[in-house]
């Protein structure tokens, strides 16, 4: 079996391992690298609960190849922040109750810090717009919206930490 | 589990070199968003759990389109020299692994070809159009490729590379037949020329879906007219979703043409969208549906180009 040697930065620490060329970066992220704040959901993309920033960019880890993140860097929630010292996002999604099992919160989240990094005063339509590839089965989405909507247009707060 | 090697090449002329020496082992791969779904089913689709249970040739079901699996893998999308959108002399070229994302974001191609740019904007999702590419748009060929229809009526250009050499190909040549076109062996697609509409130029473009986002098109128009006020002189209909693959629809070209346009014209020359069409009944609509939808929407999209909304 060809193994390919890759290296990806996971939130900030360089990671090493060997996959095989069509170990996605969802799998390797979860069973080499132990980050199971990235969950498994569809795999084809239609869910979004495997999103994670790739240098910076949202994108589905399902849909990435792990040997297509070498030498880049991943950012998953845990990168955002911590219980201790959460990021804007987290506090204002438990702040808004935008949880309720938790499935989709980790993508909720990341594609929401992605957004606002390019976008950071953007309307209600916009938000719904930007999280229309990440599905939330419990809450209806209004709390989510109103979660990012309240933390959007505070310059300096989202853009902390990355 | 498999033997399939990954390759990124550092320049175009070295992934065409990749190409040519593994070729027929050899598959391009840039966003993955088609590609990678299709390996993962073939990679969980034996019963057993053993690894090479058969998967070497692809799923044996006959109703999902899984890939053999390739010996090696030649990943394109970060070649920055197939990558971005520029204007060069009346054309907008459009690199083949420039993502949809930027492609809808860009303020250039918005501005000049904006029926390529909502096409765009309107494939997936916010997170699929991060990675999916024109250039694996276009080489997946579904009927469904939502970019195709601006692109035939935009008279686009597909700029082909291989080892052997480079050439163009008007995007009408490119679909042949279902999920075939005129790509040879070793051939892969660089990027687009897209011509500059001149100033008379209107365009419309519209996809019918069963919900907002992250859904394949039901059918899909794209509607390019020169006008001189409300007279059509020269019309240009695409469809994509309703036949074998993405086409142009001449009778309802040929139709318009010299009309003044209003509503009624464009519903008379809608209906000649029907000889032009096979659709199929799937999970997204019936064929009886798709052509009811197909007259109504090219006539909406007709009128949509002349500015003429909601009448209907």
Known sequence: MERHSIAISVNGQWMKTEVTALDTLLEVLRNSFGTLDVKNGCGQGDCGVCTVLLDGVAVNSCLTLAAQADGREVTTLKGLGTPDDPHPLQESFVRHGAIQCGFCTSGMVLVAKAFLDENPTPSREEIREAISGNLCRCTGYKKIVDAIEDVAGEPGRVGRRS | ?312
């Open chain 2, 1 to 312: 589990m498999t033997d399939t090697r990954y390759m990124r090449p550092g320049s175009l002329d070295e992934a065409l070199e990749m190409m040519g020496e593994h070729w027929p082992g050899a598959k391009l791969l840039a966003g993955g968003t088609d590609l990678i779904p299709l390996f993962r089913a073939a990679r969980y689709s034996g019963d057993s759990g053993s690894a090479d249970l058969g998967l070497q040739g692809g799923c044996k079901c006959g109703d999902c389109r899984i890939e053999p699996f390739p010996d090696v893998l030649v990943d394109v999308g970060g070649l920055d020299e197939i990558k971005g959108i520029r204007r060069s002399d009346g054309f907008l070229e459009v690199g083949a692994a420039t993502v949809m994302a930027d492609i809808a974001a860009d303020p250039l191609l918005n501005e000049t070809v904006p029926i390529l740019a909502e096409a765009a904007r309107s494939i997936g999702n916010p997170l699929v159009r991060n990675r999916a590419t024109i250039g694996g748009n276009l080489a997946t060929a579904a009927p469904c490729a939502d970019t195709a229809p601006p692109l035939l009526v935009l008279d686009a250009i597909v700029q082909l590379a291989s080892p052997e050499g480079r050439r163009e190909l008007p995007v009408a040549d490119y679909f042949l037949e279902y999920r075939t076109t005129s790509l040879r062996e070793t051939e892969m697609i660089t990027g687009l020329r897209v011509p500059i509409p001149p100033e008379r130029w209107a365009g419309g473009f519209e996809k019918v879906r069963l919900r907002k986002s992250g859904a394949i098109s039901v059918a899909s128009v794209a509607v390019m007219l020169e006008l001189d006020g409300a007279t059509c002189l020269n019309a240009r209909v695409s469809l994509g979703s309703v036949a074998p693959i993405p086409l142009r629809a001449a009778a309802v070209e040929k139709a318009l043409e010299g009309r003044r346009i209003d509503a009624g014209v464009a519903r008379e020359c809608s209906r000649l969208v029907q000889q032009h069409i096979s659709p199929i009944d799937d999970l997204r609509g019936s064929a009886e549906y798709r052509r009811w939808v197909t007259e109504a929407v090219v006539a909406r999209t007709i009128l949509k180009a002349v500015g003429i909304e909601g009448t209907d």
